[in-house]
């Protein structure tokens, strides 16, 4: 397949965000982790945090998920910021399937490790909006009032992501019988 400039901006861009993506997961488990050392062991308590952010807000999908009756809401904190990581790590791994996908040196693009990342993309892309809405009710239960947070563009992108493995299939078994007959 020929280089072009196109392929080779999406190889970088798809690695940078692949690294921010992982980058971004472990930092916010790493805090979550110190926080909820710090809050075991007593060096720091809810009166604490809110003494210390004044005004403290983060809205999250629309909803403040870690203020309650004016105080920081702890379970809210690690549902937020769980969350986010959890996302950080399904983005990290659908850019690291996207920038392969694109890294391709020589050859044909319907390969059958083309058509596995693309699937491995759409099943990660509807896993997206499905821990949304799962830590959404999770939340629920903890007393957070989030907003769902979801759109159909979501559930589409995964469609149109596992429908192109389709096509990516087909292409490789059409080159597959075409390379046959030569």
């Known amino acids: 397949m020929k280089k072009t400039t196109l392929r080779e901006t999406t190889t970088v861009l798809a690695k ?3 690294l ?15 926080l909820a050392i710090l809050l075991a062991t007593g060096h720091i308590n ?19 998920v870690i203020l309650k009756n004016g105080q920081l809401f702890i379970p809210g904190i690690f549902i937020c910021f769980g ?20 890294a391709l040196k020589a050859g044909s693009p319907f390969s059958a490790e083309n058509v596995k990342r ?6 990660l892309a509807l896993a997206l909006p499905i821990v949304k809405l799962a830590l959404s009710i999770f939340g629920m239960i903890f007393g957070v009032s989030p907003s769902m947070g979801v759109s159909a563009y979501e559930f589409l992108f ?25």
């Open 83 to 102: 969350s986010l990581a959890i996302q950080f790590i399904l983005f990290g791994f659908i850019f690291h399937n996207v920038g392969k996908i694109f």
């Open 118 to 123: 693309i699937k491995y993309i759409g099943y």
């Open 16 to 18: 940078i965000l692949e």
């Open 20 to 34: 921010l993506s992982f980058t971004g997961s472990g930092m916010t488990l790493s805090s979550l982790i110190t």
């Open 46 to 64: 809810q009166q604490l945090l809110t003494d210390v952010l004044t005004n403290p807000q983060v809205n999250y999908y629309g909803s403040s």
């Open 158 to 182: 995964a469609l149109v992501a596992l429908s192109l493995s389709q096509y990516f299939a087909y292409g490789a078994e059409l080159e597959k019988d075409v390379d046959g007959l030569l």
